[in-house]
């Protein structure tokens, strides 16, 4: 089998990714793979790219390709694979990368990560993405406004600003928290960061060990786990029910050793939609107390609440200073501004304050003092407000269309808030899932596939046997909303 001379751009990342989903059982043996017209309309590239990888990965004895017969995940290729150990780059074509000795094991753990590619072009395409929010919601004038005039006061010397953030942003999140999450604070204990994910990085640096117990939900935020992976941590699952987190399993998860971290999602379990209620909340609290574990709160989308009251943040309940609030404005103003915040127990926050001043001293000063002044004057309430009507109307087209063209053939969760739904289809075995991703993307409709967001958690096989998509409607109007459903009902009566 030729491999080619060097990889085209986007070949060696769907190799990894192909790859790791047969190694982590999200592609069964057996399992039909996207036609490659279908893949490569997805993933932005040529089809004599994802042939070649499709070649690679038959030479490498992961798939069999028959002419005229679909591309299927071959017998026990799944064992292959983690024989081979998770070092995806191991088996992959003409890899440029350096000699594992030339990196650190944190670059090695990194590098055999099947980290996804950023989203192919989707244009033409109804996609429920989950993630992006749509460009014609962003408050561009009020935002324009904010940054011209945060710009204007530039000073005499242009210094380096406190690690901790800019301290009118951190005094207008310290009133802004007291009154939408309950949370008592001072600024001291607000470090703003440039999204979750940083703080997570930050959480995994300064708290963890190669090798240390975190407890996840199952399934739950990939990005999550997979930083947590990087530093070496050991993750350990936690299944999650129709109200989050079951806190229930946490005496029981000792055996791994006592657990440093847990990271949860508990206004709303990422991606199934359960809102931790406060019997929960207390006994993850009362769990962590007596364990010494410290819990980040991940507040992602709290502001996206529709038919549930608001029960108090982890913080506003924690009374042995082990939460760490994690907050972001992607959800509300977009992915792009690289904004969030940390509301870290007294006993962290310089410690932190000093680890993000080594790795970059601090966030860019000008949008986090926009940022303020919109929280200051209230344009940001408003906004938020408007949002949240918008997305709600978005949902109940969502649901709506399910109901009208799939009704009973699906089970839908976490629509009590939130971005997105979880769609399961009750008669659809799980095997099928990629299949009808598949079958809708032939229609020109993205879903997202629910299994890759599930970990193997050793002991337990995975839980849930029927197919199941996340399907996020930020980007979407109400007739696109529609018209995905309806293909996405043909795709399903295809399989049937
Ligand atoms: C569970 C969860 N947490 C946090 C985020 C936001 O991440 P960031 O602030 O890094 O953009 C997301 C985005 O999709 C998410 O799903």
Redesign the pocket.
């Known amino acids: 089998m030729p491999t080619p001379s060097s990889p085209r751009p986007g070949s060696r990342s769907l190799y990894r990714d192909i790859r790791a989903r047969i190694g982590d059982g999200s592609y069964a043996a057996g399992t039909a793979l996207p036609s490659t017209r279908s893949l490569a309309a997805e993933r932005g590239l040529s089809r004599g790219t994802v042939s070649l990888v499709y070649e690679q990965l038959a030479a490498d004895g992961f798939i069999d390709t028959r002419p005229g017969a679909a591309t299927r995940v071959a017998a026990g290729a799944a064992d292959r694979i983690k024989a081979q150990g998770c070092d995806a780059a191991a088996a992959e074509p003409q890899r440029h990368t350096p000699d594992n000795s030339r990196l650190s094991e944190f670059a090695q753990r990194v590098q055999a990560m099947p980290l996804r590619p950023p989203a192919p072009d989707a244009t033409g395409v109804i996609d429920f993405v989950?993630?992006p929010l749509a460009g014609s919601d962003f408050p561009t004038l009020h935002w324009i406004k904010a940054l011209r005039q945060a710009e204007s006061q530039r000073g005499q010397r242009l210094e380096y600003a406190p690690p901790l953030g800019a301290p009118e942003l951190r005094q207008a999140l310290q009133n802004h928290l007291h009154q939408t999450r309950g949370i008592t604070c001072s600024t001291e204990q607000i470090l703003v960061v440039n999204?979750?994910?940083?703080a997570l990085d930050l959480c995994a640096r300064l708290l963890l060990n190669p090798g240390d117990p975190v407890v996840v939900e199952n399934p739950g935020?990939r990005?999550?786990h997979q930083v947590f992976k990087a530093y070496g941590a050991q993750l350990v699952c936690a299944d999650v029910d129709d109200n989050g987190l079951q806190t229930e399993q946490l005496p029981g998860l000792a055996a791994h050793g006592p657990p440093k971290l847990a990271y949860v999602?508990p206004s709303h379990q990422?991606p199934l939609g359960g809102y931790l209620p406060i019997a929960r909340r207390h006994a993850l609290l009362d769990w962590a107390h007596a364990q010494g574990c410290w819990v980040i709160e991940?507040d992602?989308?709290s502001d996206y609440r529709y038919t549930v009251r608001p029960e108090p943040s982890l913080l506003s309940l924690d009374s042995a200073g082990c939460v760490i609030h994690v907050g972001?404005f992607?959800?509300t103003l977009s992915?792009q501004l690289?904004l969030?915040y940390m509301v870290l127990p007294p006993a962290l926050a310089g410690l932190f304050a000093q680890a993000k001043q080594l790795a970059d001293r601090h966030s860019a000063t000008g949008p986090q003092r926009a940022l303020a002044q919109l929280i200051a004057d209230g344009s940001y309430a408003r906004h938020v407000r408007r949002m949240r009507r918008k997305q709600h109307a978005r949902q109940h087209a969502l649901l709506q269309a399910l109901d009208r063209h799939l009704g009973t053939q699906v089970h839908i969760q976490g629509a009590a808030s939130g971005l997105h739904l979880a769609v399961w289809f009750p008669a659809l075995p799980a095997r099928q899932e990629a299949q009808l991703v598949e079958a809708a993307a032939l229609r020109g409709v993205r879903v997202y596939p629910i299994s890759p967001l599930y970990l193997d958690s050793g002991s337990r096989p995975l839980q849930r046997a029927a197919a199941g998509v996340v399907m996020g409607y930020a980007l979407l109007d109400q007739p696109e909303i529609e018209r995905g459903v309806q293909c996405l009902a043909q795709a399903l009566a295809s399989l049937q």
């Open positions: 989950y993630g999204g979750s994910q940083h935020y990005m999550a999602t990422f991940d992602y989308d972001t992607s959800k992915p690289r969030g």
